[in-house]
């Protein structure tokens, strides 16, 4: 059983930069994939950022170019840096682990997941 912490959500202006982080339990952590989803009020859960066993990454094009998905390994963590933040980034992000350790960009993909941590962006 893995269990993942997400942390560093919060209330931000259009424009500015947060830090997401996700620690996991367990000494499997290495072989996992990772992956960021987001839901925003009324919506489904889409995909944002994955990053596989081997350090490829993937991202969703809406945060192409401005969210950086990274892991320590050492830390057990997971990271997303998020820059230029946008009023529609506003969701709360939910941090999931994929035992294939391959990148998957859907739900069904993932076998643990976070409680989330609501990321807020005003205009």
């Known amino acids: 059983q893995v269990q993942l912490v997400e942390s560093g959500g919060g209330l931000v202006q259009a424009g500015e930069t947060l830090r997401l982080s996700c620690a996991a339990s367990g000494r499997t952590f290495v072989s996992y994939a990772m992956g960021w989803f987001r839901q925003a009020p009324g919506k489904e859960r889409e995909f944002v950022a994955a990053i596989s066993w081997t350090y490829m990454t993937y991202y969703a094009d809406s945060v192409k170019g401005r969210f950086t998905i990274s892991r320590d390994n050492a830390k057990n963590t997971v990271y997303l840096q998020m820059n230029s933040l946008k009023p529609e980034d506003t969701a709360v992000y939910y941090c999931?682990?994929?035992?294939?350790?391959?990148?998957?960009?859907?739900?069904?993909?993932?076998?643990?997941w976070g409680q989330g941590t609501q990321v807020t962006v005003s205009s």
């Open positions: 999931a682990a994929n035992k294939s350790g391959r990148i998957g960009i859907q739900e069904y993909e993932y076998n643990y």
